[in-house]
């Protein structure tokens, strides 16, 4: 590239960059400031929820056609061959999408003339299941090409179908709508949230647009580990590239496999751990046989189905509502009547009642925290005199019954107890506030920048951890490993460009979308359920209140009358239970079981190839590129594979933090590790081997210990005082601390360090 090309590719890169931090961080800055309703839209939720998403779009669109109009095409390419190769894909696509909605027709018939319930979800699960098979066992393949990168001739489409279905996890399908419900704009002042992750997941793309994909593609490699070896040379960083690459990687195949289980269970009727071991299958399937070439086919096919999944509930609850089923255009008039539903429930002396009993409740586990072995004897010997009055372990009554299982329940012993009691007076503490905790759907950060000094305090933390959270999840998203070989996949740098633009518009399908699901169930809650008696409620309450994680229901005053104080919805259940909300038919809850279930394997496939071939082609045999070694490799990727299916399985099954959680952990993870010596690598021909290992260590180093020195576990167990919190920044956040430790080290110690010899590396990324 010449050096007025450099200049202009910086101009470009520069305006769009700046277009990019003024519509996200920007407008996030002065939401607060941006309260005025135009057209039923409060400003500052439009920007946020909708309209920096369509920027971001046009942003990877433009940056796309420029660059490769500038470039021009690429010698040796056969664009007439391509061209037909493409045509063929959009047949086959075609017949599979009528194909689906044939078969959806035909289970709704099936449903409507009396088919169970049962045997509906279980012949979706079985087909869709036997469907990603049937592509593993067609996609099977040993050669190393056609296994890491799928013989580079993805088309950009349809590998950005495949990206966003990649991209498109558990969290994203099954938690994020949930977490708009919960969360509204911002979250709390002690849960950052809410919009910050429709910000975050979705204007990362124009981070990996600009900065990384085209580039790497350019270097013609099979894994992330590569770039570190082929750009730095020597052996360590590409082995802690590896490593890390595994760390965030597994801790976000958790959270998949965790809902796996979760959806498996749900459809079927299965034990979690059971469903887990299902679902488990269907991902080994794919990733174990064909590598990348099955799993990104089996992607794009999932992609269809996820999308299905979450355009009918959220389009008939719109059409329901409001008499127009485009719900990302049409929900901001239910916005207005949420805020003065919200008001009325405030002021609800009923409501009061409740929130009343919860505060009540908590003075009572924070008495019993004062001295836990005496409250401990205490309650346990109150539980058997009852029982001793009323005959004993022998009394076969009601009541009797009751005290034996509120005397099986008390704790074992004093540590027990203290940590059931303590988390029992948090949650009655966070519902004793009003609407139960949550906040105010549209209003931008806890607190107020113009109140007290403690408001005005709890303002500024609340705004900053919603920049860092949205700091976080963007950068994460450019050092995400699987993400980024998913643009080793295709034949051209041009397409490489194109397809981040396409995963980008496929993924805003869903995201724009997920905040109008958010505000249409609320408004279905606050309108149709609250003040409903307890006997009339309607029957998916009581389905889904089998599981407290999911739903709870509880007449705390005594009313007989459903207060919305008394209702908790955990984050997934706002997306699984919406057919149900908007009185669907049955085959439409499989298809959103089924949808998330897709979601959820197919990023589980792709973090399972990742982990798989960082540890065989990167750790054991280093990139050795003859035939036998390539092959090795693959068979030695595909046991690496299993083995971590098989443990990521078992930590699974152990129940941990939420998907949201453990999926946004992983991004401050994967930024700290890779984005300062990746970014700098590419920029910056300074950049020198030891600044690279340099910047990753302290990135990394300084997330991992941010995150565990605040679990509360440890600072028990270390005996530290307070929230170990720097400037109120909560841990998921760690990677705004990890990734400007990264580049600072990266610089710094490059600057300081004997110059190393260039490499020809370099020149191959094209600047």
Known sequence: MTVPAVARFGALHAGLLALWFAVSFGVVFFAHDLQFVVANWPVGFWFAAQGSVVVFIAIVFLFAWLANRREGPEPGFDARAYALYKRKLHRRFALYVAGLLAFLLLLAVAERWGMSKVWVAGIFLSATLVLYAVIGVYGRTADAAEYYVAGRRIPGMYNGMATAADWMSAASFISLAGGLYLQGFSGT???????????????????????????LRRMNLYTVPDFFAVRFGGRWPRMIAALAAVLCSFTYVVAQIYGVGLITSRLIGVHFEIGILLGLGGVLVCSFLGGMRAVTWTQVTQYVVIILAFLIPVSWLSYKQIGNPLAPFAYGQQLQKIAAMELELVNSPAERQVTDEFARRARVYEQKLQDVDEALQTERQGLRDQLRAMGG??????????????????????????????????????????????????????????????????????????????????????????????????????????????????????????????VLVKYEVMAHLVGQPFDQLPSWVAQWARDATLLTVSDV???????????????????????????????????????????????????????????????????????????????????????????????????????????????????????????????????????????????????????????????????????????????????????????????????????????????????
């Not at 992750?197 to 647009?209: E, I, K, M, P, R």
């Not at 490993?481 to 397409?495: F, I, K, Q």
């Not at 109120?728 to 600057?751: C, D, Y």
């Open 189 to 215: 002042d002690a849960q950052s949230g809410g919009l910050a992750y429709v910000l975050g997941w979705t204007g990362g793309f124009c981070l990996v647009a600009l900065l990384v994909a085209p580039y």
């Open 393 to 518: 372990m022998k009394a076969d009554d009601d009541r009797a019954m009751l005290l034996r299982r509120e005397l099986a329940a008390v704790p074992k012993d004093a540590a027990a107890a203290r940590e059931l009691w303590s988390r029992e007076l948090t949650e009655n503490l966070e519902r004793a506030k009003p609407l139960g905790g949550m906040p105010s759907h549209t209003t931008p950060f806890a607190g107020d920048p113009v109140g007290s000094a403690q408001e005005r305090e709890t303002f500024q933390t609340s705004r900053l951890n919603f920049l860092a959270l949205m700091f976080c999840l963007m950068v994460g998203t450019v050092g995400l490993p699987h993400l980024l070989t998913r643009y080793y996949a295709t034949p051209t740098v041009a397409e490489a460009r194109s397809s981040v633009a396409w995963s980008l518009f496929f993924i805003a399908l869903l995201y724009l979308s997920a905040p109008a699901l958010a």
């Open 557 to 767: 005053n005594g009313d007989r009358v459903l207060q919305f104080a008394e209702l908790k919805f955990g984050a997934d259940l706002v997306m699984l239970a919406s057919p149900e909300i908007g009185g669907l038919p049955y085959v439409v809850s499989a298809l959103v079981a089924a949808g998330g279930l897709a979601a959820a394997l197919s990023t589980a496939d792709g973090l399972l190839l990742t982990i798989g071939n960082a540890l065989a082609h990167d750790v054991y045999f280093e990139g050795d590129s003859d035939k036998a070694q390539a092959m090795r490799r693959v068979m030695w990727s595909k046991f690496a594979l299993l083995v971590v299916a098989l443990v990521a399985a078992y930590v699974a099954a152990q129940r941990p933090a939420g998907i949201l959680y453990l999926v946004s952990a992983s991004f401050s993870l994967a930024g700290s590790a890779f984005v300062p010596a990746m970014v700098l690598g590419i920029f910056w021909q300074g950049a020198t081997r030891s600044g690279a290992v340099a910047g990753m260590l302290a990135g990394l180093g300084i997330t991992i210990y941010y995150m565990a020195i605040n679990i509360p576990a440890v600072r028990t167990s270390l005996g530290l005082a307070g929230d170990g919190l720097w400037w109120g920044i909560q841990p998921v956040s760690a990677g705004v601390f990890g990734v400007t430790a990264g580049f600072a080290m990266t610089v710094l110690v490059s600057l300081l360090a004997r110059p190393e010899k260039p490499l020809a590396a370099h020149s191959q990324l094209g600047l």
